[in-house]
Nanobody, 127 residues
């Protein structure tokens, strides 16, 4: 199983940018699609973005498409979420997660498809 630790969250103003990082331990990181989810206060956790293990395919929630970009560095065991043009509605705890399945050429969007989760990092966007 992959252990995940997120970093890079903080308090920013609307229109600013942030880059979140997720560092994985273990030798199997490169075999898994990696996703980002978020949970706003009083709401359920929702899908944000996902990238395949070989970084060939990505998928995004409609609410972040064109503003957020997911990438990964398998040599460094890291996945990133570049967030631009941030809005107050992007305020949430952001989680990275690893696909349950190895070597799968897929871009899952459901929480149940992910087997390892980080502890989350808070992103707050003020208006």
């Amino acid at each position: 199983q992959v252990q995940l630790v997120e970093s890079g969250g903080g308090l920013v103003q609307a229109g600013d940018s942030l880059r979140l990082s997720c560092t994985a331990s273990g030798r199997t990181f490169s075999r898994h699609a990696m996703g980002w989810f978020r949970q706003a206060p009083g709401k359920g956790r929702e899908f944000v973005a996902v990238i395949t293990w070989f970084a060939g395919n990505t998928d995004y929630a409609d609410s972040v498409k064109g503003r957020f970009s997911i990438s990964r560095d398998n040599a460094e065991n890291r996945v990133y979420l570049q967030m631009n043009s941030l809005k107050p509605e992007d305020t949430a705890v952001y989680y990275c997660a690893a696909d349950r399945v190895s070597w799968a050429a897929r871009t899952p969007r459901l929480e149940a498809d992910f087997g390892s989760w980080g502890q989350g990092t808070q992103v707050t966007v003020s208006s």
